[in-house]
Nanobody, 119 residues
Framework: QVHLVESGGGSVQAGGSLRLSCAASVMYVRYCMGWFRQAPGKEREGVAIIYSDGMTTYAASVKGRFTIALDNAKRTVYLQMNSLKPEDTAMYYC??????????????WGQGTQVTVSS
């Protein structure tokens, strides 16, 4: 069983920064791991994903402000969020798929961590 544990959420003023972390209980050779978010009344959206070959993808709304990175030795994926905006306020979920075929379709999800950005 794969467990994902997130940390690092919180409240920050617009323009500030936060770093989210997600530790995986296991890691396989091929994977995609990433961050999704869901704001109240909105659909869940993909924020950033990293693949085992090093490829990364970002939502257009966060490109240039957010950076995803993974430390294989620690089995931990990070999301550095800079220049935060009120519209970034959401519950952020870490997710993973192992041996993905094509686009990342996570099978495993963390419990979520709240990010709140005030204006």
């Amino acid at each position: 069983q794969v467990h994902l544990v997130e940390s690092g959420g919180g409240s920050v003023q617009a323009g500030g920064s936060l770093r989210l972390s997600c530790a995986a209980s296991v890691m396989y050779v091929r994977y995609c791991m990433g961050w999704f978010r869901q704001a109240p009344g909105k659909e869940r959206e993909g924020v950033a994903i990293i693949y085992s070959d090093g490829m990364t993808t970002y939502a257009a709304s966060v490109k240039g402000r957010f950076t995803i990175a993974l430390d294989n030795a620690k089995r931990t994926v990070y999301l550095q969020m800079n220049s935060l905006k009120p519209e970034d306020t959401a519950m952020y979920y870490c997710a993973a798929e192992f041996y993905p075929e094509g686009n990342c379709r996570p099978d495993y999800w963390g419990q979520g961590t709240q990010v709140t950005v005030s204006s």
